[in-house]
């Protein structure tokens, strides 16, 4: 590293530990950005974690999902966001009246650096087992570098994972019962996930499903993942048949979900089966566009 370089990379970790102690001082405040690649301020926004069902919370951001199962057994977090969520994470379970030492796994939809980013340091504070498929559990372990789509630019601190899940597998704990469905299309391992929780003394279908973008990828002739299409339809196919009473989704605004607002964060409810179709539309328009200008 030249010196030039060490003496930036000196002033924008003063930078960061100076943002984080402000924002340890104030939970509501922005996180910092990570110095690696920009993000939306609504990615980086705390909002007060809020119950969703008897046993499922929202501790994420205002843009970026992070959810909490708790039970008197044990915790499942899904997701994390960003590298510089971990604290604010640790924070919100200990808001939902959990210690993190009670967080027995941590879950993911897919391992780009806006959802798994904190993995590794919950893992570390936590205690916490990893359970992902094998696609999944080989990005987290580079850290989130040699992406297909996006190469080294959405790095992350690195995490091994514990339990190599198949489709369809089932991770419990104090009688909530989360299932994995693959649902490939954005990462080979996307994963989306379902449970059945209680709310107002009636079960709820919870799913938990993954982003299905495809934001600049090449959908013809790609090299590293020829089978893109294919991947693509079966996802969709898969999203739409999922018990759905309540869809949640990486990205809490896709599907109609405002977290900030916790007296209604979800003004506008949207099903897996709208989901999927929305999705489906906008990805057929782009491989036609590509279509078009070979």
């Known amino acids: 590293m030249t010196p030039i370089a060490f003496a930036a ?8 530990s100076t943002t984080l102690a402000a ?4 939970p509501n405040a922005l996180l910092p950005q990570s110095g690696r690649y920009e993000t939306d301020d609504s990615w980086r926004q705390p909002v007060a974690p809020f119950r969703i069902a008897d046993h499922t919370w929202y501790i994420g951001t205002a843009r970026i999902s992070a959810l909490l199962v708790a039970t008197p057994e044990g915790a499942i977090v899904i997701d994390g966001g960003l590298p510089q969520a971990k604290d604010m994470l640790l924070a919100h379970i200990r808001a939902a009246g959990v ?7 941590l879950l993911t939809s897919h391992a780009h650096g806006d959802h798994a980013g904190p993995i590794a340091g919950l893992k570390r504070a936590t205690g916490a087992q990893i359970a992902a498929n094998a696609e999944t559990a080989t990005m987290l372990a580079r850290g989130g570098t040699d992406d297909i ?4 630019d959405i790095a992350y601190p690195p ?15 104090g009688g909530m019962r989360l299932t994995a469905h693959f649902t490939p299309g954005h990462t080979p391992g996307s994963t989306s ?5 209680t709310r107002d003394g009636k079960p709820l279908r919870i799913a938990y499903v993954d982003s299905v973008s495809a934001p600049g990828y090449k959908l013809i002739d790609n090299p590293r993942i020829p089978r893109i299409v294919e991947m693509y339809k079966g996802t969709f196919a898969t999203i739409r048949a999922l018990p759905c009473d309540l869809l949640l989704t990486p990205h809490a605004d896709a599907s109609g979900w405002t977290p900030e607002n916790t007296k209604a964060p979800h003004p506008q409810p949207m099903t897996c089966k709208a989901y999927a179709d929305a999705a489906e539309a906008k990805f057929d328009a782009e491989l036609a566009k590509q279509r078009a200008a070979q």
């Not at 990379?9 to 960061?16: D, F, K, T, V, Y």
């Not at 924002?23 to 104030?26: F, G, I, V």
């Not at 210690?99 to 027995?104: E, K």
């Open 149 to 152: 789509h996006f190469g080294d």
């Open 99 to 105: 210690d993190p030492s009670d967080v027995r796994w």
């Open 193 to 197: 996930w379902t449970w059945t929780d």
């Open 159 to 173: 995490a091994q994972a514990d339990r190599l899940l198949q489709d369809l597998e089932v991770v419990s704990i």
């Open 9 to 16: 990379r000196a002033c924008a970790l003063s930078l960061l």
């Open 23 to 26: 924002s340890a001082a104030d």
